[in-house]
């Protein structure tokens, strides 16, 4: 047996018995995940049953970071790994034996491998049978007759409900439309199902005033050819007290980083950051890992606080989309030796609340901590201190929202991101797809075009607000290069 992968998983066998430890094997050449009640009962070969993976369909819950199922013939196998990793780990195993297995199966019957014009094929169906969907709907909310109050409120909830739905599956397709273009251009990377530039096209920024900075050649700046694919990720803007300076930027890294700089002059804090991601596609739900680090200065005591960040996942994508953090976050300070562990809690698969956080704040060389943190991330979050007493730590519901100054488009820099997006964004507001794509299109073909010219040149891309320091990116001008000259 080629046993790729084998360890524990519960699996689910009825209402009265829940949940039950089994000793799963997964063979990669015959296609089948077999179970045992234990690792020696496996080992002594007396298995408990087995799942056949040929045309198998992996599924994943939005609203759970651990259980997953598979459905085959008919039937669902429901499983529960220990936690998001190892549940990633069993998923990547599956999926490769499935669709090895599934090939062989279709080859075998249709004596052909699906290719780009039956993707364009199923894609032009589903576009036609959206198409007849949205004709029914105008003519089945037509409720002019429906004289009833309390029945018209229905009307109305469903017909929201519905529209919402019409306009996932066409976010859908378009995506679809947009992966289907990208598979016919040689230089771009589709990853994990959702579009990646290629890396000769300089990545830019959305919102706020910022530089696209990608260079020809990856060899030039890349340390390490371990990173793997992944997406640009826009600015992020973090307000920091009256007097706020936020500066974003693409560096140009492949994968391309997005590196950001806030100030707040009146407390004399800076913060300088880089950001990079790793994007997986889960079914009914996009995640996100976020990896770099950000340092919070505060010059006047002279301390520096390291902190690293929480991911993002995209729920219910096709229903009614919401977005949650998730993960580990880390502060620490090498000068005063506080430090903080922080945890993004996901909503469990049944009950519990969203948007979950807790943190406990430990002094210099304690092990135990001193202060407890609980509540919601975007809500309200209450501090419970190693003397017992319990306060309000921050209701961020009452925080004032300071809103971005931007220069305007006449009198923004070529690449900078609103200006040169604009035609795109005019097109999104007045929801005409096509046009938008269109003017996408025009604007990576005309990138495309510069990155060959500057490869023929021999010319760098070089970058405008920020450089390279050891594996951070950092700021040209902040506050602590510019105070001195400030003081009197």
Known sequence: MASIMEGPLSKWTNVMKGWQYRWFVLDYNA??????TSKDKMMRGS?????????????????????????????????????????????????GTILRHTLQLQEAEAGFVPSVQDFDKKLSEADAYLQILIDQLKVGFDHKNIHCFKMQHHFKNLKETTCSMVESIKHCIVLLQIAKVSADVSTINPVD???????????????????????TDASQVCKSDQRPSTLPVGPIVTVMGSLQTSTPNSTGE????????????????????????KSKFLGMSIGVHNIGQGCVSCLEHD??????????????????????LGGEC????????????????????????KHRITADIFAPNDKKSFCSIEGEWNGVMYAKWATGENTAFI?????????????????????????????VTVNLKLKDIDAATDAKHRLEEKQRAEAR???EKEQQWETRLFHEDGECWVYDEPLLKRLPTQRP
Request: glycine share 6%.
């Open 395 to 423: 209701d961020t519901k009452k925080i004032g929202i300071v809103k971005k100054k931007v220069r305007k488009l006449e009198d923004q820099l070529d690449y900078e991101s609103r200006r040169l997006w604009r035609d």
């Open 453 to 455: 010219e500057r490869k």
């Open 330 to 353: 880390n502060i620490s300070c090498s000068k005063s030796g506080y430090s903080a562990n922080i945890v993004f809690h996901t909503k469990p698969f049944y009950g519990g609340k």
């Open 31 to 36: 296609g089948l995940l077999s179970y045992y």
């Open 47 to 95: 298995r408990r049953g087995c799942v056949r993976l040929k045309g198998a369909v992996i599924g994943i819950d939005d609203e759970d970071d651990s259980t997953f199922t598979i459905t085959v013939d008919q039937k669902t196998f429901h499983f529960q790994a220990r936690d998001a990793d190892e549940r990633e780990k069993w998923i990547h195993a599956l999926e």
């Open 193 to 215: 199902g959702i579009y990646q530039p290629p890396l000769e096209i300089p990545v830019v920024n959305t919102t706020m005033p910022t530089q696209a900075a990608l260079p």
């Open 254 to 277: 492949p994968p391309p980083i997005s590196a950001f700089y806030a100030e707040c002059l009146n407390r004399k804090i800076q913060f300088n950051a880089h950001i990079w991601t």
């Open 303 to 324: 301390e520096h606080y390291i902190l690293t960040f929480p991911n993002g996942y995209g729920r219910s994508i096709l229903t009614v989309p919401w977005v949650e």
